[in-house]
């Protein structure tokens, strides 16, 4: 089958990619002509672990190209993805305007049917306003089509490759035998692709990922709950996650969650549930726990250090949202970072892939150095933000030569409460009792 994707962000490029392995014919579309042209010579824009293997090989065999213009980029397709940016506007509402942008310049470009797909999150009723932009500008037929991702990213390969599920809207019967083909080589260990209406599909990934979002914030108030009684989340977590009713995932407290999904996706929430008029309080209690998380260090820093944080050095570890990705949108660790030199403090950090991204936002407020170990020296702490595997198993007799002080200040529980008592750390961590 013959595939265009519109759009080469993180979503746009595992789609396009992972379609290729599949033996289809994929030409992804981007405006942005630098980036264009260094995917045309084999570089990944993004980190994300096992896409430079798939990536490589499609190029090579002809099945993965690239170019900047969208006459070029659908002529022959047969389907259509739409990866493209919903940023959240001032209101929290998600914005459509590159989305509608193509599919008003998509119109006056078809010449047969074809399947155009939402891949992107877009709120309830996106389909319509996409069939209405296109429809506009062609007698053509088409259909619109809603199918929302559910990638997670540092594992998204093998969520596109061994889907749990996968949700397609479409009242088409025609659209449907087109999709269900697609996707066949995807589930062929018997996961199901559900067919259900457009506005359905819409709003069953905003429903999915502020549902994870709750959890997380559900177990961080938790832990700060654990933190008042003097109980062990960890202890806790492993209680309630072994109910099936519940399930493990999504049960690790911490510094709060970011990304380019939860934070987004769980504001259209609210704006569409203020849009019709329902007052949607859990969203509303998620958000307000996951703003506050994302300092909830800062009150222990803030003790140790007798309220007299100007001029000490800190080292951090971690600046992506989450391990095995670059992506740095809405992280905590920047929330952190910015607390910090707010009070005077100064930040030397490290993290294995987001560092340049951090420097673009953050200049020269900060230092970075190229190893966890670089970042130690003459620090009055360290602090942890994001729990990359390179950190879990440490030299803890090389970190304390380093340090200043034998303070560790864990915002992913990194490491065991009693191990860092017997190694004489300041040890403290989110929802266990400190040593």
Known sequence: MKIAVVGTGYVGLVTGTCFAETGNFVTC????????????????????????????????????????????????????????????????????????????????LLKEYCVIVDKSTVPVGTAERVRNKIAAGTKVDFDVVSNPEFLREGVAIDDFMKPDRVIVGTSSTKAKVIMEKLYAPLVRQGNPIIFMDERSAELTKYAANSFLAMKISFMNEMANLCEKLDANVDQVRIGIGTDSRIGKRFLFPGVGYGGSCFPKDVQAMVKMSQESKYDFKILDSVM??????????????????????????????????????????????LEMINALLAEGAKISAFDPEAMENVKNVMGKKMEFEENAYDVLKKADALIIMTEWAEFRSPDFERMAKLLNNKVIFDGRNVYDPVQMKELNFHYESIGRKSL
Do not use: C
């Open 288 to 333: 307000e726990v996951n703003h506050m998380q994302k300092k909830v260090l800062m009150p222990k820093i803030r003790k140790y250090f007798k309220n007299d944080l100007k001029g000490r050095k800190f080292a951090v570890w971690g600046l992506a949202f989450k391990p095995n990705t670059d992506d740095i949108r809405e992280a905590p660790a």
């Open 29 to 108: 579309v981007d405006i942005d002509e630098k980036k264009v042209k260094r995917m045309k010579k084999g570089e990944i824009p993004i980190y994300e672990p096992g896409l430079d293997i798939l990536f490589d090989r499609n190029i090579s065999e002809g099945r993965l190209n690239f170019t900047t213009k969208l006459k070029e980029g659908i002529e022959g397709a047969q389907v259509i993805f739409l990866a493209l940016p919903t940023p959240p506007g001032e209101d929290g509402s998600a914005d459509l305007s590159y989305i509608l942008g193509v599919a008003n310049d998509l119109g006056p």
